[in-house]
Each structure stands twice: as structure tokens, then as C-alpha cells.
């Protein structure tokens, strides 16, 4: 099995991210590498999904989706702290 070590960007803004996401949210967030040597963070309630894909360059993907909804909303960022405002519903 080939695996690919996370960029260092991406393990640094993850951390920023979780140190915002505290133990108290509901539901807690699933971490995972990714292929392309990043990590996403998802959050699944069971009506919406609320994702950060944090890439190799340290430049964050954000997507919100409910369940009942086709597309969904997609933004891109650098900022760690406004993405874990995101995460967690509070942006």
C-alpha cells in the first residue's frame, strides 16, 4: 500500500483548527490524510455535513451541504480560525 506523508502546511493547519474546535461540540469532528498529503476534518449530524480540507499548501476547502441539498456551498480560505468558526456552525 502506497501512503503519502502530510505536508507539514497541512498538519499545521489542521492544529490551528482543532485548538478552535473544542470537546464540547456536537457532534465531535472525524480526522483522515488525504491522497494529496492533506487532512480533512468532517462533522456529520445527520441533516448536514460541514467539511475542511486542509491541502499540502496550507490553503483550507470549506463545504457545507444539508442533506435535503443538491449543491451545497463551497469557499476556500487561509484562515484557520474562521474555518473552525465554519466547522462548528458559527461563521
Known sequence: MN???IAPAALAGAARILEVVTL???PLPTIGPTEEAGILIEM???TQIRSAEILSSGEIELFH????????THLKTRDSESAARFLIGRS
Open 3 to 5: 501512503s503519502t506523508r
Open 65 to 72: 451541504m444539508r442533506v435535503d441539498d443538491a449543491g451545497g
Open 24 to 26: 464540547d461540540v456536537d
Open 44 to 46: 456529520f449530524d445527520g
